[in-house]
């Protein structure tokens, strides 16, 4: 069974959360398995390696894998948090979302000139704040690699949205 089949089989359907007509798709149940959890790691890996110098994860469940894969690869892992959560100086980026607007936060320190970033979320669906990340690394002249998730709803279009940053979006599944 290939490694897609087993999280689609893993990933739990939530219908109507957090509102009626939403079908939420829980990773809870990965997370739950260690030997899936390494597996999902080792294939971010193989894909991403050499081609990035810093992985950006989106709080807080783009930390999940993001965090492993940085120390796989022997590269800096940068937090992407919700505006009021880092410590240091930061800067920031708002965007808007379906229901109304964020923003988000980073180290002004972590990106360094021509740094190439990947932007790691655990699922792509709108686009947004994926895009907001990407935003805040091109504001400290860091350079997007592309786009990694864990799962992609493609119904939803979010591909389009970050195509202006990066070609390379690179998803494990996709519904």
Aim: charged share 25%; aromatic share 10%.
């Amino acid at each position: 069974m290939s490694l897609q089949e087993r999280i689609d089989q893993t990933i739990r359907n939530v219908p109507d959360f957090p509102k009626p007509g939403i079908q939420f798709k829980d990773i809870s149940p990965i997370l739950e398995n260690p030997k899936l959890s390494e597996e999902i790691v080792e294939e971010f890996a193989n894909y991403w390696k050499g081609k990035i110098d810093a992985i950006a994860g989106v709080e807080s469940r783009g930390f999940l894998f993001g965090f492993p894969l940085a120390m796989k690869l022997g590269i800096p892992f940068i937090l992407i948090r919700k505006k009021g959560k880092l410590p240091y100086k930061t800067i920031s980026h708002k965007y808007d979302l379906e229901y109304g607007s964020a923003e988000i936060e980073m180290h002004i320190d972590s990106v360094k000139p021509g740094m190439r970033v990947l932007v790691h979320d655990d699922l792509l669906a709108t686009g947004g704040t994926a895009g907001a990340a990407a935003e805040l690394i091109r504001m400290e002249n860091g350079e997007i690699s592309g786009f990694s998730f864990l799962v992609e709803l493609e119904f939803l279009n979010g591909t389009e949205k970050l195509l202006s940053y990066s070609k390379n979006i690179h998803s494990i599944i996709s519904y």
